[in-house]
């Protein structure tokens, strides 16, 4: 820990002001280039603390970075943790306001449901499948909070990671129906197929990333609740994203989400 109280709170309501105007900040780090992970997750902690304060509810829980291909697009090699806001749901099928993001991108996920509280250290993949209640496709809407993408690791964690929203749809699934990791996914972009993968690239199973999670939050002695929606983390690099853009991800066995920037 590098930063004093004061600062973790300046920091905080830059990044949420930066959110709340779409107005884009260089990264922490030119200014800060000491921040460690702790600065920066103190720092994502005061934001969501500040967000609660303001009456948000957190409607979920992240893993990001998980796969090759995001940490090749990104430049890092490590996975990051973040929160989901009730304001980022977005309906399957529905309609997003282009003008809602600063410069939105989005990638194709696994997402899943517990039905039993997670908790580390030592959580493992076996224990995160028999703790999830279902499994469904969905897709997270990135927006950095920095001008052109341009951050380190610690700087993307103190933004929440980016995220900035959500769709979930498609066929829920219980968990021992399926192959997980085989599962095939192609996305297509206004009706083009642009990417396609299998489940696997996230750390070889999409549960291995919330086991990570579990044991990342044991460190600050807290647990994934009962219940939670948890985004697995992009299998694709992200598309970066035009008004108008029709985006659709296929996964197998799960169905489709759609959705439309307008
Ligand atoms: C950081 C967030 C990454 C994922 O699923 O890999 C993420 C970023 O790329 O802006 O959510
Ligand atoms: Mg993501």
Known sequence: MTLDQATIARLAARLEAAERNRQPLVKITDEFPQLDYDDAYAIQDAIRASKLAAGVRIAGLKAGLTSQAKMRQMHVTEPVFGFLTDYGAYADGGDVPFEQFIAPRIEAEIALVTHTELKGPGCHLAQVLAATDFVLPAVEILDSRYENFKFDLVSVVADNTSAAGYVCGGRPRLVDELDLPTLGLVVEKNGQVVETAAAAAVLGHPAASVAMLANHLARQCQTIPAGS???????????????????????????SVSLRFV
């Open 229 to 255: 929606f948890i985004m697995t983390g992009g299998i694709t690099a992200a598309l970066s994203v035009a008004r108008g853009d029709a985006f659709t991800v296929r996964v197998q066995e799960l169905g």
